[in-house]
């Protein structure tokens, strides 16, 4: 619960927010407002009964189980005899940059992809504990858009 926690700081916290704005100032690209999750929250009831986006928030879901398995399942316990004892840490880095798609959340992506993903793997060695951690989120965004489809919200 405590790495969910940490987890869902990061990604939203006012603090790493502001530092992905400076990140964003300094790398000038940012997230195109036609597919920001804000969107979302303008117009809920035109996601009513919309099936074929929440089955693409599962999709997401089930993909982000296969991010855990190649990255802490596979490639961090690879990264160990390149690495060494910094290879969780290695492995933060690399799962952020993997993220081509959003360099405007790089900087908390780092923070909270080596502190709440790749280092409690590497410490339990076992995938289990960061897969549920970075399920979590899918899981949130799952239940939110159940919830915009079935126009409970």
Do not use: C
């Not at 099936?51 to 596979?74: A, K, M, N």
């Not at 339990?124 to 126009?151: A, C």
């Amino acid at each position: 619960i405590s790495a969910i926690a940490v987890y869902g700081l990061t990604a939203a916290s006012p603090i790493f927010l502001s530092i992905n704005d400076g990140w964003a100032r300094i790398l000038p690209v940012h997230e195109p407002a036609q597919y920001s999750f804000d969107v979302l929250f303008e117009n809920p009831g035109a996601l009513v009964g919309d099936w074929g986006f929440f089955l693409t928030i599962l999709v997401v879901s089930i993909v982000t189980f296969s991010e855990e398995i190649i990255f802490r399942g596979i490639l961090l316990p690879k990264m160990n005899g390149v690495f060494g004892r910094a290879d969780w840490i290695a492995n933060g880095f690399l799962f952020a940059f993997y993220h081509l798609e959003q360099p405007w959340t790089w900087p908390s992506k780092i923070v909270y992809s080596t502190l709440t993903l790749a280092l409690p793997a590497r410490l339990f060695r076992s995938t289990w504990f960061s897969t549920v951690v970075h399920l979590s989120q899918g899981f949130y965004f799952l239940f939110l858009t159940l919830g915009l489809v079935l126009g409970l919200a």
